[in-house]
């Protein structure tokens, strides 16, 4: 299931949740490219005024990276405090994998 990081803290988020249990709460986070091919244009708004060589640069990182969530500064304690409610993948002494991205190679 995805769900938009607007509700990630709604209460009946959690309440879904329980009823599914699921083994797993992960965040996604789209690459550049992703976000490009829903919001056409997003990746050259976000580079603002660079030009020539950087530009170019600029714009092959962000389409190979994660698109930065920072105008959601909550998400990430939101997803944490999820996680903590439903009780998953919480283990502490072992890795667990809270991101889920486009490319599996780079997920954290």
Partial sequence: MVVRASVVDHPALADVMRRMQPD?????APSGATVEGIYPGAVGRALGGLEGEARR???DFARTEAWDLCGLPDLEPAIAALRERLSVNALRDAVQETHLFDDPTQMV
Avoid: G, N
């Avoid at 797993?24 to 996604?28: A, K, P, Q, S």
């Fill in 57 to 59: 640069q600029a714009e």
């Fill in 24 to 28: 797993h709460v992960l965040e996604y």
